[in-house]
């Protein structure tokens, strides 16, 4: 399996946090961008498909994003199914919005 260098603050660390926290919101019950009910519907379904499914195939899989970012995905994808995300996906946000400098410690 090919594994993407993902670095601390690279855009495709960004863009899978992105992927990564749409799935998340829509699961939850979130309609950032005021989705119709019906579409909104096919979305949610569409995201627990796509946490739900254990496919190590290369692409932009719950696994491969997962492991890119140092996720654990069985048990992100655990809470996830069972409702129990809480600020999980606006917690990633917040991390990714304040990056570090080069220098700077935490």
Not at 17 to 23: C, H, I, Y
Not at 84 to 89: K, P, T
């Amino acid at each position: 399996m090919i594994r993407p260098q993902v670095g601390e603050h690279s855009g495709v660390r960004r863009l899978l946090l992105a992927v990564l926290e749409d799935a998340l919101t829509r699961l939850s019950g979130g309609n950032p961008e005021g989705v119709p009910p019906v579409r909104l519907a096919e979305q949610v379904g569409e995201a627990r498909a796509w946490i739900a499914a254990r496919d190590e195939a290369e692409g932009l899989t719950f696994e491969t994003v997962c492991a890119a970012l140092g996720i654990e995905a069985d048990g992100l994808r655990r809470a996830a199914l069972e409702g129990r995300l809480g600020n999980a996906a606006r917690g990633a946000r917040r991390v990714e919005a304040r990056p570090r400098l080069s220098g700077q410690t935490r």
